[in-house]
């Protein structure tokens, strides 16, 4: 049982670039988010999604897509990549909100 | 005013001693959450609570709908414990957003 999967783990891009991070989960669950972290602040969320076909923006959404085709994946895609998203990403899941929420391992982003 | 309020944001404890940490919200809420995050970023799931108190192992956490305050306790603490703990609390329609706290380093000496 792998989780919640999230790749890649450390990625260097220069500003204006796009890219997309990737997030999958295994457990069915139907609630999917990603949040940013940042020095000093706490997590803040960017998306979230509560089931195939239905996404929604966070507090942070601008400069960043998601989409929901399959139950397991929620990729992030950053579109024109600025140094201010320089930051740490998670990815989450739970079967609804209030459970237990599980987080991918972090993808840390660096934008030169 | 953050909607999640977290304090102390760093506690420093001897090995052994019994930890408080505590989170206050502004906002009423269906759910709170405590996780920890170890140095290296992993995040897991402590705690999810609507009310009343749980348990597991040394960790005990309590919430207080009606004062919108929830605590963790830590008790005979050690070095293993030191991580930074944060408390989320799940609001917004259907109950679909969590909204963190800054999170609190604890950090216990041997």
């Known amino acids: 049982n792998a989780g919640v999967t999230q790749t890649p783990k450390f990625q260097v891009l220069k500003t204006g670039q796009s890219m997309t991070l990737q997030c999958a989960q295994d457990?069915?669950?139907?609630?999917m988010s990603w949040y940013r972290q940042d020095p000093g602040m706490g997590l803040r969320l960017i998306h979230y999604s509560v089931g195939a076909g239905i996404t929604d923006q966070g507090e942070v959404p601008n400069g960043y897509n998601v989409s929901r085709s399959t139950t397991e994946d929620f990729p992030l895609r950053l579109l024109s990549a600025a140094p201010s998203q320089t930051s740490v990403y998670f990815c989450?899941?739970?079967?609804?909100?209030?459970?237990?929420?599980?987080f991918g391992e972090g993808s840390w982003l660096t934008v030169v | 005013k953050n909607e999640v309020e977290q304090s102390p944001q760093n506690l420093t404890a001897q090995e052994g001693e019994f930890i408080t940490i505590n989170c206050s919200y502004s906002v009423g809420i269906s759910a709170l959450h405590w996780l920890q995050q170890h140095p290296g970023g992993g995040i897991v799931s402590l705690f999810m609570?609507?009310?009343g108190k749980k348990k597991h192992g040394r960790l005990i956490a309590t919430i207080n709908i009606q004062e919108k305050h929830s605590s963790l306790h830590i008790t005979a603490s050690h070095p293993r414990d030191s991580a930074v703990y944060i408390c989320a609390h799940v609001g917004g329609t259907s109950g679909s957003r969590l909204t963190f706290g800054e999170g609190t380093q604890l950090t216990v000496n041997p």
């Open positions: 457990m069915n669950h139907e609630y």
């Open positions: 989450a899941s739970s079967y609804v909100p209030g459970n237990t929420i599980y």
């Open positions: 609570l609507s009310s």
